[in-house]
Nanobody, 117 residues
Framework: QVQLVESGGGLVQPGGSLRLSCAAS????????MAWHRQGQAPGKTRELV?????????NYADSAKGRFTISRDNAKNTVYLQMNSLKPEDTAVYYC?????????WGQGTQVTVSS
């Protein structure tokens, strides 16, 4: 059974940092494109793409994440990370890990990030 397990969320003050991790049982992991998405709790908020990393390590970011967030992967550990710096209250959301290959797409259960003073 495929599992993606996110961790590292929590409460942080504005300007602070967090590193999210996603441990995935995808095989072979290095063939999957990985991504982080988020969904805020405000009514009408939809899930939005935050960052992606391809199987060969190319990265792409939403405008809201550029310059503050860094996505990376460790294929030996079957894990993808999201380093988040200079966090803002508007970054508050549930963050989801996604793994995609061909027509397969798998999601984790999400981890809550709350940015508040």
């Amino acid at each position: 059974q495929v599992q993606l397990v996110e961790s590292g969320g929590g409460l942080v003050q504005p300007g602070g940092s967090l590193r999210l991790s996603c441990a995935a049982s995808l095989k072979p992991f290095n063939t999957y494109a990985m991504a982080w998405h988020r969904q805020g709790q405000a009514p009408g908020k939809t899930r939005e793409l935050v960052a992606t990393i391809t199987s060969d390590g190319s990265t792409n970011y939403a405008d809201s994440a550029k310059g503050r967030f860094t996505i990376s992967r460790d294929n030996a550990k079957n894990t993808v990370y999201l380093q988040m710096n200079s966090l803002k209250p508007e970054d508050t959301a549930v963050y989801y890990c996604n793994g995609k290959r061909l027509w397969y797409s798998y999601w984790g259960q999400g981890t809550q990030v709350t940015v508040s003073s």
